[in-house]
């Protein structure tokens, strides 16, 4: 099974976090089961882009984005070519890093 690194995050994860996890399972999903509550506020739809994540390491190994999941991402937080909505990003067969983003849209809109 993928190995599935979370770099720290001061609020949701402050140590990080690895676990193994099951090919096909959304990172969110992953994470999620083993205790690292990314947000994800239109209940994993593709609908928001609460659960943007950096996939620092083994980007490749993902199925490609579909264009709505482009869309959405167009509207994330700190956007960056390693981007990805966790709800919809499915691990693969190759270990996977990574990094929360510090913010989400829905916390910069709601001023934490």
């Known amino acids: 099974m993928p190995k599935i690194i979370i770099l720290p995050h001061e609020e949701i994860c402050p140590d990080g976090a690895v676990f193994e996890a099951e090919p096909g399972v959304s990172i969110c999903d992953a994470a999620q089961a083993h205790d690292v ?3 994800h506020a239109c209940e994993k739809s ?3 882009t609460t659960c943007h994540v950096y996939v620092r390491e083994g980007f490749d190994s993902l199925e490609e984005s579909t264009e709505e999941e482009d869309d959405m ?6 956007l960056d070519p390693d981007s990805r ?3 919809q990003a499915r691990i693969a067969d190759e270990d996977l890093v990574i990094e929360i ?3 989400t849209i829905n916390m910069v809109s709601e001023s934490h």
């Open 85 to 87: 909505l966790s709800c």
């Open 46 to 48: 593709c609908a928001c």
């Open 73 to 78: 991402l167009d509207k994330a937080w700190g």
């Open 37 to 39: 509550e990314i947000e």
């Open 101 to 103: 983003p510090k913010y």
